[in-house]
């Protein structure tokens, strides 16, 4: 059945995997990376906070993970494989990646430890919604150079839009770079108007007033980043480029969840907007196939027994008919042409590698 | 057990957070006026009710509609926050709405982390303090067990921040409000799988130790009434498609035990709540969660 996705959802160079926190974006993505390898391709598949027994499964250390690791592939072969290729998986560190950034784009170590000693970096790096998301992609940008990867499988941090994501690295940019921080940042730059002049005034009350203090921070804070602007702007529009390119796919990740299809056909269209067609939907946890009650009338079982089962047909068929529903829902809301792929319910998380190889093999087009 | 004036509803995704406040609010409003407050402006809570809202519901409307009549739908805005609460400390009107227009401003909002959170924290500690004195409850349903945790740490972090003025009194308030199980506490919704009872543990111990939070309970939710016995099991094992129809069933009540039994070994309260086989989450499935609440959570 591994005939049955279609086979440019894999010869990619870079495959993204987005959805909504909760519909299993980290096990299909290591599931495909998989799949990818055993076809004979060289992959790296980053995640994003797996759990327990995945990281048991791709061989990853929880505490360090932060480097690609080679994953054997050896343990998956029940069957003759014509040709393995490479998998290795990594972990999504955002704060050490970002401390990572800093001291490349950084003009001295001095310059470099200024900033990660900074309160606003401090805070920055940790708690500002998107850094994650941002350092996501600062990953892919690396692990995408590789010259031995033919493919990176890239999990991502839940999103609630689309463009959360996608949009990261222009709006750290935005930030580092913005009128806020010229205002703050001290040195009188021209072209300040009497607004601005004001604004300064209000935010440097604000600040008495909030108890805040921050502006002298964010004074070093912004000093200590000129000079790097040109090299966060040169990655956005990398990262731009990389996501809108040919050979980079994006999949959205679902469930067969009726409340959730809008969200999901948002989700495409913000996408379709930054020029990033969505390659294919897959339907996570789908039911299983179950004999009808008509089916469980003709097995010679005792009548008590029976009516459990047919009563269980019942129940099952009401829970089948929201999914359907749901499916058809979904269906109905996706541009003409976008694949719809499904992946049954296991029934269990995996935790070998030949767990997730079936996982790839169980996935079919809908 | 006295319940808390304000309870928060989380969980991982997929395990019925809003359909349980929904019920949980059904439930309270029985006894006394209760506000379902949401934080992601989807409103599904209140949809599973059957309240629609419609029009500017940011200050809140009551809607009277069949047998709820004592529900106040709210949702709150990170954003509508940010601007309260910056027309309570500029005191000029004129410089507030000036700042709040200027980009400028929104960037350095955007500098300060978990200052909008932290403002949507102070309205929930505000609406508890109502409920307080009108004896009233509130029930907010919350985004996922991640977003809510960071949410609920943000008060830590403001304090480390601002160590004097007027954001640090607020942050000092809103932790010891947090702390406070009359007035506020947690519920985590749990389905009956692996990831689902890891993500609930990790937050309740997260609630309870880092954060000094109570929780109300674990409402299990997709908890299927037990049919089959083993011997039945066994004995279709001729019959292996009827055999699947039959562990499809027991597999769930089997994790269901498994994750009622690890739950409550963590010390929380677990609170059953029947699996639903109907085609939609609507009016007649929340009421038939609100019983099995009422029935195990607010029995005297």
């Given at each position: ?10 010869s ?5 995997c987005l ?14 990376a998989?799949k990818a ?9 980053m995640?994003?906070?797996p ?18 690791r080679?994953v054997a ?15 290795r998986?990594l972990?999504?560190d955002?704060?050490r990646?970002?401390?990572t ?5 950084a ?7 200024a900033?990660l000693?900074?309160r606003?970096y401090r805070?920055l790096?940790?708690a500002l919604a998107?850094?994650g998301?941002y ?5 892919l940008l ?7 990867t ?6 991502t ?11 990261a ?21 021209r ?11 209000v935010?440097?009350?604000?600040d008495r007033?909030t108890g805040?203090?921050l502006?002298?921070?964010v004074?070093a804070?912004?000093h ?5 602007y ?7 529009e ?7 390119a040919?050979d980079?796919a ?16 948002e989700?495409?269209?913000e996408l ?5 067609t969505?390659?294919?939907v897959i ?10 009650a008509?089916?469980i009338?003709r097995?010679r079982i ?6 459990k089962?047919v ?5 099952f ?5 929201r ?11 996706l541009p003409?042409?976008v694949?719809?792929l ?5 029934g ?7 767990d997730l190889?079936?996982i ?6 809908l | 057990m006295a ?5 928060l509803?989380?969980?991982k ?5 809003s ?9 309270l409003?029985?006894r006394?006026?209760t506000?379902?407050v949401d934080?992601?402006?989807q ?7 059957g309240?629609v809202?419609?029009?500017n519901?940011a200050?809140?409307?009551n809607h009277?509609t ?8 709210r949702t ?6 940010l601007?309260?609460?910056?027309q309570?400390?500029v ?6 709405n000036r ?6 401003f929104?960037y350095?909002s ?10 949507m924290?102070e ?9 307080a004195?009108e004896?009233?409850f509130?029930v907010?349903d ?8 960071e ?5 830590g972090g ?10 640090n009194?607020l ?9 406070d199980?009359?007035?506020?506490s ?8 692996e ?17 000094g939070?109570?929780?109300?309970a674990?409402?299990l ?17 001729g ?19 498994r994750?009622?039994?690890q ?6 309260r677990?609170?059953?709540?029947p ?15 609100c019983r099995?609440l009422s029935?195990q959570?607010l029995r005297?």
């Open positions: 059945m591994s005939g049955t996705i279609p086979p440019e959802l894999l990619v160079h870079v495959l993204v959805g909504a926190g909760g519909v299993g974006k980290t096990t299909l993505s290591a599931a495909l998989v390898a055993m076809a004979g391709q060289r992959v790296d598949v995640t994003v906070d759990a327990p027994r995945l990281l048991d499964a791709l061989g990853l250390d929880a505490q360090d993970a932060a480097e690609p080679e592939l050896t343990d998956v072969q029940g069957r003759p494989t014509p040709r393995v290729g490479r998998l998986a972990r999504l955002p704060k990646t970002f401390d950034i800093i001291a490349r784009h003009s001295s170590p001095a310059a470099a430890a900033i000693n900074n606003i805070n790096s940790q998107g850094v998301d350092m996501a992609i600062e990953r690396e692990l995408s150079d590789g010259p031995t033919d493919l990176v499988v890239l999990d941090p839940p999103a609630r839009e689309a463009l959360d994501f996608l949009d690295p222009r709006r750290l940019l935005d930030l580092i770079n913005s009128r806020a921080i010229t205002l703050l940042g001290g040195g009188m730059r072209g300040l108007g009497v607004v601005d002049l004001a604004a300064r005034a935010l440097a009350a604000f007033l805040l203090h502006l002298g921070d004074q804070f912004v200590s980043f000129e000079g790097m040109a090299g966060f702007a040169e990655r956005a990398r990262a731009r480029t990389l996501l809108g040919a980079t994006v999949a959205v990740i679902a469930t067969a969840k009726q409340e959730r299809i809008a969200q999901i056909k989700f495409i269209s379709s907007a930054c020029g990033i969505t390659r294919a339907v996570n946890r789908t039911l299983p196939v179950m004999p009808t008509e089916e009338a097995a005792k009548p008590p027994l029976r009516r089962l009563r269980t047909a019942h129940e068929a009401a829970v089948r008919q999914e359907t529903d749901a499916i058809a829902a979904l269906r109905a809301a003409a042409g694949p719809l499904k992946l049954p319910d296991l269990r998380e995996p935790a070998t590698l030949a190889a079936a790839g093999e169980a996935l079919t087009i | 319940l808390a004036r304000l309870i509803v989380t969980g995704g997929g395990t019925g957070k359909a349980v406040a929904a019920a949980l609010a059904l439930a409003s029985r006394r006026p506000a379902l934080l992601d402006q409103m599904s809570a209140a949809r599973m009710l309240i809202p419609g029009g519901i200050n809140g409307v009277d069949g047998s709820i009549v004592n529900i106040e739908t709150l805005s990170a954003h509508h926050e601007e309260t609460f910056i309570r400390i005191p000029l009107k004129s410089i507030a700042m709040l227009r200027s980009r400028t929104g350095v955007a500098a300060l982390p978990g200052l909008e959170a932290f403002l924290l309205r929930l500690r505000m609406l508890a303090v109502h409920a004195a004896d009233r509130a907010v919350a985004p996922a067990t991640g977003s809510a945790l949410l609920l740490s943000v008060a403001i304090k480390r921040i601002a160590p004097l003025g007027t954001l009194r942050a000092a308030g809103v932790e010891s409000f947090l702390a199980e009359s007035r506020f947690v519920m985590l919704t749990l389905a009956p799988n990831l689902a009872l890891r993500e609930t543990l990790e937050a309740a111990d997260a609630l309870r130790g880092r954060l939070v109570s929780v109300a674990a409402a939710n997709f908890v299927p009434a037990a049919l089959f016995s083993a011997s039945e099991l066994a004995a279709l094992s019959y292996p498609a009827c055999r699947r129809l039959a562990e499809w069933r027991a597999s769930a009540g089997r994790l269901a035990a994750a009622r039994r739950a409550s070994r963590a010390g929380l677990v609170v059953d709540l699996m639903l086989f109907s085609p939609e989450m609507g009016r007649h499935e929340v009421e038939e969660l099995a029935a959570l005297q």
